[in-house]
């Protein structure tokens, strides 16, 4: 496995797949891999000729800059957790190798970002779009995987991709768990003993609202959700149930409704989401 961290580099080696007429599959993360972040790996290379995983912690999608400090940062293990997963090219630019100058960009995310994440971490999918978009420039793939875990970035990509032109198939894949259901993150490490005890009733609480939509109608069950939160001392900071395509709030004809978790534990932010219809 060749680590590249020039940007013009990534870029050479990706035209010279092209063509050959190579399939490039892409899998952008943060590091601190983890077996969801594998999945999305063996996706990539069960359905093209390369694979190219970028890592790079990206400080335009961060609003609060401590979590940026504190984001784990775990280089030898990723290396090695890649080239055992037989990718061919691990991409570890420096800042200024992806942001040459400070512009950000400004993007319209036609009313995506205004549930959920978008008010909670102001200019995070701005962020998250200027980085995928730069990334996707040097890497050209022709397929990119994202999991389900992180739904709203999801289906931020998806829509921008299209609308800003990009010929790269987004492929979204099912969130990896813990035995006990927690979703994995690279967060959970920074989870203290009695936090992580506590963490997969986030989990928990999905399913039973999924459950209680049908039992007690759609305002019961997030009530009672929100409840069992509550008492168990976890913080929330919101639980919402959204259409699965729009992402906006549930309506009674919505064809797929997903139900959408983030909460604090130890000083330590979860996201988790379920389909719940
Ligand atoms: P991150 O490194 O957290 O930015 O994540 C990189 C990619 O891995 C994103 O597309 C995430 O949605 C995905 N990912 C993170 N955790 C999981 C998980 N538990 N299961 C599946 N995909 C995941």
Not at 65 to 85: C, I, Q, V
Not at 87 to 100: A, G
Request: hydrophobic letters at 40%; aromatic letters at 6%; one cysteine or more.
């Amino acid at each position: 496995m060749r680590v590249i961290e020039s940007a013009e580099q990534m870029e050479v080696f990706s035209k010279a797949l092209r063509a050959e007429g190579k399939t490039i599959g892409f899998v952008p993360t943060m590091g601190a891999l983890h077996d969801g972040h594998r999945s999305l790996v063996q996706a990539a290379t069960d359905q093209n000729d390369h694979v190219v995983v970028s890592v790079f912690v990206n400080p335009t999608q961060f609003n609060d800059s401590k979590d940026l400090e504190k984001y784990p940062r775990t280089f030898e293990a990723d290396r090695e957790l890649l080239a055992n997963a037989g990718v061919d090219v691990m991409f570890y630019p420096t800042v200024k190798e992806i942001y040459p100058n400070d512009l950000v960009p400004e993007y319209d995310l036609d009313g995506l970002d205004e549930a959920m994440e978008g008010p909670n971490r102001p200019g995070h999918f701005n962020g998250v779009v200027q980085v995928v978009t730069r990334l996707f420039d040097l890497v050209l793939p022709h397929r990119s995987y994202f999991g389900e875990k992180d739904f709203q970035q999801l289906a931020i990509i998806r829509h921008m991709t299209k609308k800003l032109g990009y010929d790269v198939g987004i492929i979204g894949c099912p969130t990896v768990r813990e035995k006990d259901g927690l979703a994995m993150s690279s967060r959970n490490v920074r989870l203290d003993e009695s936090a992580r005890e506590k963490a997969p009733i986030i989990f928990q609480v999905l399913n039973e609202l999924k459950h209680g939509i049908p039992e007690t109608g759609l305002n019961k069950a997030i009530s009672n959700a929100k409840e069992k939160l509550a008492k168990s001392g976890i913080e929330l900071e919101y639980l919402e149930v959204v259409d699965s395509i729009s992402l906006q709030p549930a309506k009674d004809d919505s064809v797929g409704l997903q139900g959408c978790v983030a909460a604090w534990l130890g000083g330590v932010r979860l996201i988790d989401n379920l389909r719940v219809k």
